[in-house]
């Protein structure tokens, strides 16, 4: 069972901020988004530092930036945990072919579910800890007793 993204791929120009963070300094958008996504796990400092080093160093030695490697997981994280559909495409080709819309849906995504995106995981939980539970399992797992 899928569902949709609350906002388009190409729909950057939506959220004017989160574009021009996302073109500009996708290295903090993909640790926001790391850090909410993996509910605390990867630091945003951690996975903004990895994403830049990457970054750097392979298009530096092979003229293609390659952050998008290890920003597709997660995104596929993050369809997993909302039960989105994996569209237009797969989530590294999506990451590869559009990388900065990629990192800006995915952001608006998680404020569209009540996120704050910029303040992270930790404070997310203190300040509102009804938004971090996981959405509920429709037709889970049922075990049914006779009792006599």
Known sequence: MSGGWTTGLLDCFSDCSVCCLGFWCPCVVAGRVADIVSKGHTSCFQQGCL????????HLAFGIPCGFCITCGFRTKLR???????KPCNDCCVHFFCHSCALCQEY?????RGFNVA????????????????PAVQ??????????
């Open 108 to 112: 608006r995504e998680l404020e569209n």
């Open 51 to 58: 994403y830049a080093l990457i970054n750097s160093y392979t």
């Open 139 to 148: 037709g889970g797992m049922n075990r049914q007793t006779d009792h006599k």
């Open 80 to 86: 997993e945990q909302y039960k989105l559909e994996e």
């Open 119 to 134: 303040i992270g995981w930790e404070r997310n939980v203190s300040q509102n800890p009804g938004v971090v539970t996981a």
